[in-house]
């Protein structure tokens, strides 16, 4: 049985990455170890894990590691089918899924980067390209509960995470207000917040705030 196995999580409190991990296996109900690392200081158990990249999160399971966030995501979907499917089961709908997952991989956090370590007129345009991205999921979510529908998935656990960063966003970038310029994704990551997995995942913004200026100071941009 997966449940009976050894689960661990090699993760840094900040990671969205490894928050959205945290949310699944939460959904799934799954009881792991969440071992915390150092990232000035990777442990030999993280490069054991993931030689190829050594980054966090790290799944091991059974003393298997699995890497990169969407296939850890997607392993414990499959492996933990009981509860709280994440992903649709209809194809089409389970392509899509994943095309919009991949989208916020590959746009919200590079963007987000940009919006706090930049200043002048690559900040504004980094504020641009973020409202341009979160205007585009706004209008994919419409007038749904979550992103699938009624029942929350993949794209949902994949983005919010990103949420717990907005207040540091904002407060770095004069004039950025996600309430303002996308209304209803902000009520939508109201509702993701009711939800367990998600509430007792997320950091609380104002620490990853100080988790930023901290990051500004080492990287002399104050």
């Known amino acids: 049985?997966?449940?009976?196995?050894e689960v661990m999580l090699l993760n840094f409190w900040v990671s969205p990455f490894g928050h959205r991990v945290k949310i699944a296996l939460?959904?799934?109900g799954v009881k792991y170890e969440d071992k915390e690392e150092n990232l000035m200081e990777k442990s030999p158990l993280l490069l054991k894990s993931n030689p190829i990249h050594k980054k966090i999160p790290v799944l091991i399971h059974d003393g298997k590691p699995i890497c990169e966030s969407l296939i850890i995501v997607e392993y414990i979907d499959e492996i933990w089918r009981g509860k709280s499917q994440l992903l649709p089961s209809e194809p089409y709908a389970r392509a899509q899924a994943r095309f919009w997952a991949d989208f916020i991989d590959k746009k919200v956090f590079e963007c987000g980067t940009r919006l706090w370590k930049c200043k002048g007129e690559a900040q504004e345009q980094a504020k641009k390209e973020?409202?341009?991205?979160?205007?585009?999921?706004?209008?994919?979510?419409?007038?749904?509960?979550?992103?699938?529908?009624?029942?929350?998935?993949?794209?949902?656990?994949?983005?919010?995470?990103?949420?717990?960063?907005?207040?540091?966003?904002?407060?770095?970038c004069p004039g950025l207000s996600f309430e303002k310029e996308c209304p209803k994704l902000i009520v939508w990551t109201k509702e993701c917040k009711t939800r367990e997995s998600v509430a007792k995942s997320l950091p609380e913004p104002s620490m990853i705030y100080e988790f930023v200026c901290e990051m500004k100071k080492r990287f002399g941009i104050e």
Do not use: Q
């Open 1 to 5: 049985m997966a449940e009976e196995k």
């Open 26 to 28: 939460a959904e799934k």
């Open 130 to 172: 973020m409202i341009e991205i979160l205007k585009l999921l706004e209008t994919e979510l419409g007038d749904k509960k979550y992103f699938g529908g009624e029942s929350f998935g993949l794209v949902d656990l994949v983005m919010i995470p990103f949420s717990a960063w907005f207040y540091a966003y904002e407060t770095c």
